[in-house]
């Protein structure tokens, strides 16, 4: 009995400590499991992470090297407060200038013109891109930093701040460019000083002065001022004095700029008072070169080509009168493609003067071969009347204006039946004197010095008729020395 116990005993003893093994064997299985998913996990995790990072780096390899300095941090998740809260843009109402209640605010102004795009004599105006910048400080947007470093913005954060109205004077259109964004740069400081640039194109008025046009220089201003704020609100002023105003190498297509000039002043409004203004003075000198090219060399050779006709005989008259109309025609062609160029002014242009005086004497050409047509004709026409005409003569022969030549010897003169014989003469003072009816002419009556004057008159005129080629022969000398000394006046008053 006793034996059976211990035996019994010992078996279920043997079985409690199989039971605890294998409870502990379960448990050493169940914690591998857990630690070996864990860890599992974690590497797979790690793999998985490591995968996404090094897709992500080969989003930015540009020719099989990557770039590291995009591996950084983006900078804008660091920034916990928005730019409007770093400004306190809502805690102050920007509809109101700073200081309001105190001393005007000093805005200066810096300029850099980038071209002169057109100037239009019709329209009188000229257009302008330039770089409009503005410099003033703003308390209300100051604000903490480390590194004492500005902040740039774009045109979105200008709609929400207080910025200079700053209008252009006389100006017909203006814009600003927005292309690919709109051309506007803010820049704030720690401290709050702001620089605010535009790119601005405006098309302004220039009034300008013709009376020597195309010898003209004309002086254009592009004027800024505030529209809403008087000097005791606003104070505009150089920010660098002279050299606030910078220009390119700009190339004009018919002018030559001289000078570029800033100044200021005060502009009067009956109703709202002073305002500060600042000016932007260009000087402009015209390029006579292309003036030259249309209007005065074509005038000069017209006026040249109309004195040929003087060289021209007399009596060939369809050459010199088909001449003389050519050119007056031209110099119209000339005189209406020059005006319909220029602008409507009620005064009159040094062009104009050349023009005209030009036409002039061209006009004067042509009279003057009417004058010495008819001189001739009555010298024809006189030798005719004191000779008698053969029957068989054709008066078709005679040079009246058929525009032929005919010789002296081809026409057969006679003296009328019942006259004296003398030589045919055209010279009247060849003829006998004439005498007083009653006997000769007392010595020193007024009745002789009458008669004495009438017949010196009529020689006059008779030798002016007798001798009509001199006319031509005058022509010659009087009529270029009289455009010399046109030309010589006319650019010593002009040029």
């Not at 640039?197 to 195309?214: E, G, K």
């Amino acid at each position: 009995m006793k034996a059976s116990s211990s035996s019994s005993s010992s078996s279920s003893s043997s079985g409690v400590r199989r039971t605890l093994a294998l409870a502990l064997c379960l448990a050493a299985g169940l914690v591998a499991v857990v630690t070996g998913g864990g860890a599992g996990g974690k590497s797979s995790g790690r793999r998985k992470n490591k995968e996404v990072f090094l897709l992500g780096e080969n989003k930015f390899q540009f020719g099989g090297r990557i770039d590291y300095r995009l591996k950084k941090q983006d900078s804008t998740k660091t920034l916990v407060v928005k730019s409007e809260q770093l400004l306190r843009i809502q805690d102050h109402d920007f509809a109101i200038r700073p200081g309001f209640g105190a001393s005007a605010v000093p805005v200066g102004i810096d300029v850099q013109v980038e071209s002169i795009d057109s100037i239009s004599e019709v329209n009188m105006d000229f257009t302008m891109t330039l770089y409009l910048r503005h410099y003033w400080k703003d308390a209300r947007l100051a604000f903490p930093s480390r590194n004492n470093r500005s902040r740039t913005f774009d045109g979105r954060l200008v709609r929400k701040i207080w910025v200079p109205d700053v209008f252009f004077v006389h100006s017909k259109r203006s814009f600003i460019h927005d292309t690919t964004m709109d051309n506007i740069m803010l820049r704030i400081a720690p401290d709050g000083n702001i620089l605010y640039s535009v790119r601005i194109t405006v098309t302004a008025l220039c009034s300008m002065d013709f009376s020597s046009f195309p010898l003209d220089t004309q002086n254009c201003s592009l004027e800024l001022e505030s529209y809403a704020y008087n000097e005791n609100d606003l104070m505009l002023y150089w920010k660098n004095g002279n050299n606030s105003l910078r220009t390119d190498d700009i190339v004009l297509s018919q002018f030559f700029i001289e000078e570029f000039q800033s100044s200021y002043g005060l502009a009067f409004y009956s109703s709202t008072g002073w305002y500060n203004r600042l000016y932007i003075h260009f000087i402009l000198r015209r390029h006579i070169f292309f003036f030259m090219l249309q209007a005065y060399f074509p005038t000069m050779l017209m006026v040249l080509l109309s004195w040929v006709s003087f060289w021209i005989d007399r009596r060939a008259v369809p050459a010199r009168v088909s001449l003389g109309m050519t050119t007056v025609l031209t110099m119209s062609t000339i005189i209406t493609g020059v005006s319909s160029s220029m602008p409507q002014v009620s005064y009159v242009k040094a062009v104009d003067i050349y023009l005209w005086t030009s036409f002039l004497f061209v006009f004067l050409s042509v009279i003057e071969y009417a004058a010495v047509n008819y001189c001739t004709t009555l010298e024809e026409m006189r030798k005719m009347r004191r000779g008698r005409i053969p029957s068989t003569f054709d008066a078709s022969q005679a040079m009246a204006f058929d525009g032929c030549f005919h010789d002296d010897d081809e026409i057969e003169l006679t003296p009328y039946p019942g006259s004296r014989s003398r030589t045919m003469t055209s010279d009247p003072r060849e003829s006998p004197a004439p005498s007083v009816a009653g006997g000769n002419a007392p010595p020193g009556g007024g009745m002789g010095v009458r008669l004495h004057r009438r017949t010196s008159l009529r020689a006059h005129v008779d030798l002016w008729l007798s001798h009509s080629y001199m006319i031509d022969s005058y022509s010659r000398v009087v009529f270029p020395m009289s455009y010399l000394l046109f030309n010589v006046i006319y650019w010593s008053l002009y040029s």
